[in-house]
Every structure is written in structure tokens, then in C-alpha cells.
């Protein structure tokens, strides 16, 4: 190919040598573009990852707060009420690990992460409509509200990527 544009004249090489030099350009930047286009794409969808995370550990964040308050006191005079944290945010944790599942990744880890939830759910009383946690029923520890954290934690350790 060498000795073919060798053979023409100096402003058809000059010709040649400007469109080779064009196309090489182009080339250089629709691949410029497509990488910036993917790597933008790959931020946006961890962007979206990121929010929905914050927002699943924002929702139980008081709940941590008030059962390591009520774990610290040794009776249950002033203690704080945990259950009836937990009873009234429930809907509010739902919405949140709900909102979260899609992005559990890679998707085999979503049974681990339903298994997570129930769990958790598992400490509401049984045979009531709505969410009743009931800690006199957990007998795994002398305190029950580090039951409910770890099982918390265990909901929440699918934020960390």
C-alpha cells in the first residue's frame, strides 16, 4: 500500500494523507464518545444505587438509635419504647427495603436479602394485622433488643457494595 501512494502525485498523497488523518480523528472520538457515554451511564445507575441505599439505612436509623437506648437500660422503668417504635415504622421499613430489592445485586443474592426481611418480620406477633413486636418472645438473648439489631444489620449489610 506504501509503494501504491508512493506512486501518486505529492497533492493526491497530501489528499490522502488528510482524509487518513480525518477518519483516524473521527474514529478517536466516536470511541471518546462512547467510552464517556458508558462510564457516565455506569455513574448514574451507582448514583441511583447509592440513594436508594441511603434512603433503606435513613429508614431504620431511628430504630437503631432507640433500641440501643432501650438496650442500655438494665429495667424497664424509663425505658424506651422500642416495640412501638418498630409497630409504627414498619410500613415506613417495608416501603424502604422494598424500594431497595431491585438493586441487590448480583440477583441471587435476593433470596438472602428476602430471608433478611422475613427475619425480621418474623418478630412481629403472630396472628396480628399489624406489625406487633413482641420481644418477650425472643429467648435468645438476655437482651432481646440486640436480637432486633442484629436482625436489622442483617437488612442492612446489602447496602454495603
Same mark, same amino acid.
Given at each position: 500500500m506504501l509503494t501504491w501512494l508512493h506512486s501518486l502525485s505529492d497533492s493526491k498523497q497530501w489528499a490522502y494523507g488528510i482524509v487518513a488523518t480525518a477518519l483516524a480523528v &473521527?474514529?478517536?472520538?466516536v470511541i471518546g464518545q462512547w467510552i464517556n457515554h458508558f462510564l457516565s451511564a @455506569?455513574?448514574?445507575?451507582?448514583? *441511583? %444505587?447509592?440513594?436508594v441505599a441511603d434512603q433503606l439505612r435513613d429508614a431504620f @436509623?431511628?430504630?437503631l438509635a432507640r433500641l440501643d437506648a432501650a438496650g442500655r437500660h438494665g429495667t424497664n422503668h424509663a425505658r424506651? *419504647? =422500642?416495640s412501638a !417504635? #418498630?409497630? *409504627? =415504622?414498619? /410500613? &415506613?421499613?417495608? #416501603?424502604? %427495603? +422494598?424500594?431497595?430489592r431491585p438493586f441487590v445485586r448480583p440477583e +441471587? @443474592? @435476593? !433470596?438472602q436479602y428476602d430471608q433478611a426481611? /422475613?427475619?425480621?418480620?418474623? #418478630?412481629?406477633?403472630?396472628? %396480628?394485622?399489624e406489625a406487633e413486636f413482641v420481644t418477650e418472645f425472643i429467648y435468645e438473648t438476655d437482651n432481646p433488643w440486640s436480637?432486633? /439489631?442484629?436482625? &436489622?444489620?442483617? &437488612? !442492612?449489610?446489602f447496602t454495603e457494595t
Amino acid at each position: 500500500m506504501l509503494t501504491w501512494l508512493h506512486s501518486l502525485s505529492d497533492s493526491k498523497q497530501w489528499a490522502y494523507g488528510i482524509v487518513a488523518t480525518a477518519l483516524a480523528v &473521527i474514529a478517536a472520538q466516536v470511541i471518546g464518545q462512547w467510552i464517556n457515554h458508558f462510564l457516565s451511564a @455506569r455513574r448514574a445507575a451507582r448514583s *441511583d %444505587v447509592l440513594g436508594v441505599a441511603d434512603q433503606l439505612r435513613d429508614a431504620f @436509623r431511628p430504630a437503631l438509635a432507640r433500641l440501643d437506648a432501650a438496650g442500655r437500660h438494665g429495667t424497664n422503668h424509663a425505658r424506651p *419504647d =422500642a416495640s412501638a !417504635l #418498630l409497630k *409504627d =415504622a414498619f /410500613e &415506613i421499613h417495608q #416501603l424502604a %427495603v +422494598s424500594n431497595f430489592r431491585p438493586f441487590v445485586r448480583p440477583e +441471587s @443474592r @435476593r !433470596l438472602q436479602y428476602d430471608q433478611a426481611w /422475613e427475619d425480621y418480620c418474623k #418478630l412481629a406477633h403472630p396472628g %396480628v394485622g399489624e406489625a406487633e413486636f413482641v420481644t418477650e418472645f425472643i429467648y435468645e438473648t438476655d437482651n432481646p433488643w440486640s436480637v432486633l /439489631e442484629k436482625k &436489622i444489620h442483617a &437488612i !442492612l449489610q446489602f447496602t454495603e457494595t
